[in-house]
């Protein structure tokens, strides 16, 4: 979207002192309270893996763990042991849920949740720390199942239009337009603030402000790191060198009752976030149907055909957790994003025409009134009003909004006096589309306004990315050559596996 169109939109929030629905739907899929699964994490400062974890479906309610010392990796890999059996049930891992991952394409989307960008990440560190682990542990096969799901996840979190890894920021965000500056639209309390706050601009500013003395991310707030929790865990530190089990245990409890009271702040958070979402009286996009199933399918690619041939006793290939060591794989992976990015637009900006008007000012299609329609042979001439320079040109497909099975080859466009020259791509009525699926060469077409946007055919995304993973067979290809190593983090084994340091190996 263009920074002057969200500009106008914030100084219109402003001048109505609250939060303003973006759009007439939502462009946000919310599933059913025992779908939806929300973690939260903590972290000691300056280490990645977490300090604690709260965690658990709407309807079932949240559990908490933590470990008295953020830096004591055998305690926390207890405790990921612990959570780990949960995530996987919830994700249907065959060894920890009776479905099986193959009944996730015809039961209902399941959605992990977190408070914001920061939660997210960690799902990376626990991909880093545990996927291809050789610690030798009993529950070392639990870990490296976790560890690979969390990539799964995490990868599938960064692909444009996907519904199964949710950020509660970036929900609302989608979802309504902020009185307030972008940088301060990462904290979830504020978010919230400015949506229940209040009844008036006042005072939803006001418990927006206090909100954000509140940290929401995967870090307490220093000062109760370090004056409230940092003398219990040097206690901590001190009664297990001197084996007094029974001081360490009540500092223990003393670092889970604040570790436990700032998760459940972040747990609760979400879960108000999308009860927020689940009261709107707006309807879901249309277009949302479409990118859920593509996120079952996609995740069940990656993680459900994987895993559940891996407890077949097959060898399965598991992404890597640092790159992609092949330039062809990144090159693939770079096509894919773009091809999902045009696919997910087209899904959801004919269910929406707040999303309409973002396309229309970037120039990506036309607002116009059909003047003339030939009976005979499909041809339309139509002026458009907006915008002033689109970007369309002859040879072009527009579509019609709301109407995606509609479109029209651009044959002549005159920027001077704003005409424009159609050619329908349809013959016949359709009818489930009502005035919009009328045969082209009805003359009721004439004098209708239309609004009409680029017509990106997809499939050539998905046709670019095979080609960048497609070998040549000549032999000169650059590609086939550039193959990156691995560097401080770790190094390939005979099987091309990334042998990690420390207590790891």
Not at 375 to 381: L, Q, T
Request: proline content about 5%.
């Amino acid at each position: 979207m263009t920074q002057s169109l969200e500009t106008i939109r914030r100084l219109q929030a402003w001048h109505a002192g609250k939060a303003l629905p973006r759009g007439e739907v939502l462009n946000v899929h919310i599933a059913d309270d025992e779908d939806v699964f929300i973690v939260a994490f903590l972290r000691m400062g300056g280490e990645s893996r977490p300090w604690g974890v709260a965690y658990g479906t709407l309807a079932d309610g949240p559990t908490v763990l933590s470990v008295p010392e953020g830096r004591n990796r055998s305690l926390i890999g207890d405790m990921i042991s612990e959570f780990a059996p949960a995530l996987l049930e919830f994700f249907r891992h065959p060894e920890y849920s009776d479905d099986g991952p193959g009944a996730s394409m015809s039961l209902p989307l399941r959605q992990l949740w977190m408070p914001g960008q920061t939660h997210i990440e960690m799902l990376h560190y626990l991909a880093a720390a545990y996927a291809r682990t050789r610690w030798e542990r009993d529950d070392v096969d639990t870990l490296r199942a976790l560890g690979n799901l969390a990539n799964c996840l995490f990868i599938e979190s960064q692909r444009p239009g996907q519904q199964s890894v949710m950020s509660a920021t970036d929900a609302l965000r989608r979802s309504f337009v902020f009185p307030t500056a972008p940088v301060r639209q990462g904290h979830l309390g504020h978010l919230l603030a400015w949506l229940t706050g209040g009844n008036t601009r006042n005072s939803r500013l006001e418990a927006a402000r206090d909100a954000e003395a509140t940290s929401v991310a995967t870090v307490v707030q220093p000062d109760i790191e370090r004056m409230t929790l940092q003398p219990h865990v040097s206690r901590w530190n001190t009664a297990i060198a001197e084996d007094n089990s029974g001081e360490a245990q009540k500092e223990r409890a003393e670092i889970h009752r604040v570790l436990e009271k700032e998760l459940l702040v972040r747990w609760n958070l979400t879960k108000e976030a999308l009860s927020v979402l689940e009261k709107d009286s707006r309807l879901p996009n249309m277009g949302l149907a479409s990118l859920c199933e593509d996120s079952k399918r996609i995740f069940y690619d990656a993680w459900g055909d994987p895993v559940k041939n891996e407890a077949a006793g097959a060898n399965v290939f598991w992404p890597n957790v640092f790159t992609d060591y092949s330039s062809r794989s990144a090159g693939y992976a770079y096509q894919m994003r773009i091809y999902n990015d045009q696919k997910a637009r087209s899904a959801l900006v004919h269910g929406d025409r707040e999303l309409q008007q973002e396309e229309l000012a970037k120039g990506r299609g036309l607002i116009c009134t059909i003047d003339t329609v030939d009976s005979v042979d499909p041809h339309w001439v139509a002026t458009w009003t907006y915008p002033e320079m689109p970007t369309c040109k002859p040879g072009d497909g527009l579509v019609i909004a709301g109407a995606a099975a509609c479109q029209l080859e651009v044959l002549d466009i005159d920027e001077e006096n704003h005409t424009v020259e159609l050619r329908p791509q349809w013959k016949r009525d359709k009818k489930d589309l009502g005035s919009l699926g009328r045969a082209p060469t009805h003359t009721q077409w004439i004098g209708k306004q239309l609004v009409l946007l680029e017509s990106a055919p997809s499939f050539i995304g998905k046709t670019k990315a095979d080609k960048a993973r497609r070998r040549n067979e000549n032999g000169n290809d650059i590609a086939d050559l550039v193959v990156m190593r691995p560097r401080r983090h770790g190094a390939l084994d005979d099987d091309g596996v990334v042998v990690l340091s420390g207590d790891e190996q």
